[in-house]
């Protein structure tokens, strides 16, 4: 009986929709002299691809640019991708 | 141990019995004792469960899918307006396939403000994917609370269950009543799909368009199973606890030619009217329906039938009458009687038989001035 | 079938009086059912409660309107409230007083429960307690036995004072 689907359960899997760093037009870059390692860029990250110590986990990040917006020492800048 | 007691008191002395782990609960008339006793039952050390109280019937239901989707067994309790104010989460409780059992204490709704008998309330829920059970004593009321747990659990089932009482009629009428011990009669809950620390799950989550109408198909199959689950159980209990129950109780229709059909305690009274047509001759039955959902198939081919809703639903009809005839047979006599706690008496629905006129509807006590 | 209305106001022990009764008739192997009607409760209002007793399962919700017995425990409602409305013809009457009272030339009994209660100091929130009281005076009446009376009164009240009040009632009921 239990195989049977009775309700909508979500498993959390890494990258449940597939490695979203494929949507990246534009990639985040961290100038290290600016940043004074507040950590809000983690906090704000969507896809949790911003790791402890600020290091950017670019199979996963999608780009979408929040850790530059709000990064309050502007250490962050959105870079085009030359794909 | 026989005693006298009121459909409150003889709910909250099931819930007892069957000792969920949680109940949540607000207060409304005329609901408030049972949440009352409970609370009592908690306080005196004599129920081993969390009772929450909470700021409103939204958060009650809340409060309950909380519980139940960590395999705990659940409770509570409302009417009217409350159960209004609960109906996001009536629904979500069925949705999440949580076998919660609440009592309904069947109260009109406002406005005009009204504290008294009437089913819509309940019927209003009818779509939610809750089974639903109507009363008709105070026994009913305590056997059909020990009932609920152990049809909802069941795994064939998994689906919430109400369980429905006249309000005053019934909640504050104190009738003899057998305080049974529960026993292993209502097995313990095992919930496969409880949350697990261990193996964490998004519940509720974005279903698409290709996965959501199986889902609610599930709920559909789980609801027409349900109604083997309910027999079975029922056919428990009078081993058990030696009081049989129906899906319907059927009094007298075997030779009738004509046959009441009604809900809660005027399924009880028509019984007296019965005997009084017998009496003039009038070859009439009745059938109290107890199980509004899963809708039980009723015998009613070739006889006439007049049905009393203690409802209506404004546009259409009486929701019970309405059901009965798209259910197939004769289009009944449709009567919309004791709404908001409008008293009918056994004599009254004795003229409901003499006079009927089947395929028209009649709202007693309503003449052509009003 | 045996059909009771009892009428009082709102704090006096109406309701209870018609729980008592029904228990003591269900101690005594009959069915019963009682109940209230619920209307604006305000101590002191005129409320009214219901009993039924009967051999079977009593399967009638609707309010009493031809009572085989009518209680008056607090007789100023009679001043706004026909206390005799539907009365059975030959239906009795039990009416709360110091001295018998004609009531519409019905069968009337009466006792002075008020009294019996004072003089056992049975009182809750300065309001005599007559409901227990009124179980013996029922007794003599022949509506329930003593004994059930008594066990009624014994499962829901512990205070011994309830059984003695009923008993004085037993005594002093005056036909």
Redesign the interface.
């Known amino acids: 009986m239990s195989q049977r689907r009775r309700l909508a359960i979500s498993r959390p899997v890494t990258g449940a929709c597939g490695k979203t760093g494929s949507w990246r037009v534009f990639s985040p870059l961290i100038d290290r002299e600016k940043c004074n390692a507040c950590g809000l860029c983690a906090m704000y990250c969507p896809e949790a691809a911003i790791s402890e110590d600020l290091a950017i986990d670019y199979d996963f990040c999608k780009g979408c640019g929040i850790c530059a917006n709000e990064c309050p020492k502007k250490a962050v800048s959105m870079e085009r991708e030359d794909k | 141990m026989?005693?006298?007691a009121t459909g409150n008191k003889a709910v909250a002395a099931a819930v007892k019995e069957a000792a969920p782990a949680v109940v949540a609960a607000y207060p409304i008339t005329?609901q408030t004792e049972i949440v009352e006793q409970i609370a009592e039952y908690v306080s005196s050390g004599e129920l081993r469960s969390q009772y929450i109280p909470v700021e409103s019937e939204h958060s009650a239901m809340a409060a309950c899918i909380g519980a139940s989707v960590t395999g705990a067994r659940t409770f509570t309790a409302t009417s009217s307006q409350g159960l209004q104010y609960m109906h996001e989460m009536v629904n979500w409780a069925a949705g999440a396939r949580l076998p919660i059992v609440m009592a309904n204490v069947n109260r009109a709704l406002g406005p005009g403000w009204n504290?008294?008998a009437e089913h819509t309330d309940a019927i209003q829920e009818r779509d939610s994917g809750w089974l639903q059970v109507y009363v008709g004593?105070v026994q009913e009321a305590f056997d059909a609370v020990l009932m609920a747990f152990a049809i909802a659990e069941d795994e064939r089932v998994l689906l919430p269950v109400m369980v429905n009482l006249?309000g005053?009629?019934?909640s504050?009428?104190?009738?003899?009543f057998e305080v049974a011990r529960a026993g292993d009669f209502i097995p313990p809950l095992h919930l496969p799909h409880a949350i697990d620390p261990a193996a964490p799950g998004g519940y509720g989550t974005l279903t698409g368009p290709e996965d959501y109408f199986k889902l609610r198909w599930d709920i559909e199959r789980s609801m027409r199973d349900s109604a083997g689950v309910i027999r079975e159980t029922q056919e428990r209990f009078a081993r058990t606890f030696g009081r049989k129950y129906g899906m319907a109780e059927e009094y007298r229709c075997e030779d009738a030619e004509v046959i009441v059909v009604a809900m809660g305690?005027l399924g009880?009274?028509a019984?007296?009217a019965v005997d009084l047509l017998r009496g003039e001759g009038i070859r009439a039955g009745s059938m109290r329906v107890r199980w509004f959902r899963p809708f039980p198939r009723l015998d009613l081919s070739g006889r006439d039938v007049v049905v009393i809703d203690r409802d209506y639903s404004f546009g259409f009809g009486g929701v019970l009458a309405g059901s009965l005839a798209a259910a197939g047979g004769a289009r009944p006599f449709s009567v919309i009687a004791g709404l908001g706690g409008q008293?009918?008496?056994?004599e009254d629905i004795a003229g409901f038989v003499r006079e009927r006129r089947p395929g028209e509807e009649f709202w007693f006590g309503v003449n052509g001035d009003v | 079938m045996f059909e009771v209305r009892i009428h009082s106001r709102g704090g006096q022990g109406g309701v209870t009086a018609?729980?008592l009764l029904?228990?003591a008739a269900?101690r005594d192997g009959k069915?019963?059912?009682?109940?209230?009607f619920?209307g604006a409760e305000r101590r002191g209002a005129p409320v009214v409660s219901f009993v039924r007793i009967d051999g079977s399962?009593?399967?009638?919700?609707?309010?009493i309107?031809k009572p085989d017995l009518v209680i008056v425990l607090d007789p100023s409602v009679m001043d706004v409230v026909d206390v005799l409305q539907g009365i059975k013809p030959g239906g009795r009457v039990l009416v709360n007083a110091r001295e018998p009272r004609d009531m519409g030339g019905h069968p009337a009994c009466s006792v002075d429960l008020t009294g019996i209660a004072l003089r056992e100091k049975l009182e809750v929130a300065g309001s005599p307690i007559l409901n227990t009281a009124v179980l013996g005076a029922l007794a003599k009446m022949g509506i329930i036995s003593m004994e059930s009376a008594k066990s009624a009164i014994r499962?829901m009240f512990s205070d011994p004072r309830n059984v003695s009040a009923a008993e004085a009632a037993y005594r002093e009921l005056a036909a």
């Open positions: 026989l005693t006298v005329p504290i008294w004593s006249d005053f009629l019934l504050h009428t104190m009738q003899p305690t009880r009274e019984e007296v008293e009918v008496t056994y | 018609a729980r029904a228990l269900v069915y019963a059912t009682a109940f209230p619920y399962p009593i399967r009638i919700s609707s309010q309107r499962e």
